[in-house]
């Protein structure tokens, strides 16, 4: 490779470097695409960057191969086989739709849902965004056959008693997966922490860590469902970073 194309590849890597943390700040901050700090490139050339990626399949590209590697680092196996799918309601900004946000009568939440599956750590295996008026049934309906391309070995999935009924019987036809439902008992009153099912609890809550995630901001499905990619991306990579950190040094030799 001449010293021209060298300089041209190293300047093209800094350049996505800095483009990949002007994202992750943004999510992590929750700060408006416009108030992005003048210690990153303009804000144009960033959104550019995320939406260039996103319609590309890039960021969940770049997520998928971050779980596997987290899952190799945990002696588990890269491909998930089983996985915990619920749903979260949040309420929606004002620059979101009435065409694409609805009304959650049991949450009382006027926004969007985001129906998630994770595995057993918590990672997240896929993620789709409704309006929140949409039954956690339906959205499984569109979720889980997306999953089950994707991964083949993934055979058995926790749930909540939302998706309990015929969509239990359908997946198992169609789709071949077990929806394992994890009831809640009628003699705890309050909190419960309910077996399986408080893993993905733990990844909402992770999730709202990042501030952009505090509400959904975003005027498009698809946008939302790439910030919380984004957000995941930073977790899993400083989890690595800190394993990385944790190994001891190899001996020297004389």
């Known amino acids: 490779m001449s010293p021209a194309t060298l300089d041209t590849a ?3 890597l800094t350049s996505w470097h800095w483009m990949i943390d002007a994202v992750r700040y943004l999510v992590d901050n929750g700060i408006k695409w416009r108030a992005m700090p003048a210690d990153f490139p303009p804000w144009p050339r960033v959104y550019a960057f995320f939406a260039r990626w996103r319609d590309a399949g890039l960021v969940a ?7 596997g590697a987290v899952r190799e680092a945990e002696s588990r196996e890269e491909e998930a086989s089983a996985a915990v799918v619920d749903s ?6 004002a620059t979101v739709s009435f065409a694409s946000r609805g009304y959650d ?3 009382k939440i006027n926004g969007r849902k985001r129906h998630l599956l994770t595995d057993t750590l918590g990672l997240l295996l896929d993620v789709l965004v409704t309006p929140a008026s949409t039954t956690d049934r339906d959205a499984a309906r569109i979720l889980l056959p997306a999953a089950k391309k994707h991964f083949r070995r993934l055979s058995r999935i926790w749930t909540d008693g939302g998706y309990r009924g015929h969509l239990q019987d359908w997946a198992a036809q169609h789709l071949g997966l077990v929806l394992d439902v994890v009831r809640r008992s009628d003699d ?3 909190f419960e922490v309910l077996p399986r099912r408080w893993v993905v609890e ?13 509400r959904d901001y975003e005027r498009r499905t698809d946008t939302s469902e790439a910030v919380i990619r984004w957000s995941m991306t930073t977790l899993m990579s400083r989890r ?7 190994r001891p040094a190899p001996a020297r030799t004389a």
């Open 61 to 67: 590209e770049l997520h998928d191969r971050l779980r």
């Open 188 to 190: 705890v009153s309050g």
């Open 10 to 12: 190293n300047r093209a």
């Open 88 to 93: 979260q309601s949040v309420k929606a900004d």
């Open 105 to 107: 009568a049991g949450k």
């Open 202 to 214: 733990r990844s909402f809550a992770w999730f709202l860590r990042s501030r952009r995630l505090v």
């Open 240 to 246: 690595l970073a800190a394993q990385h950190q944790q």
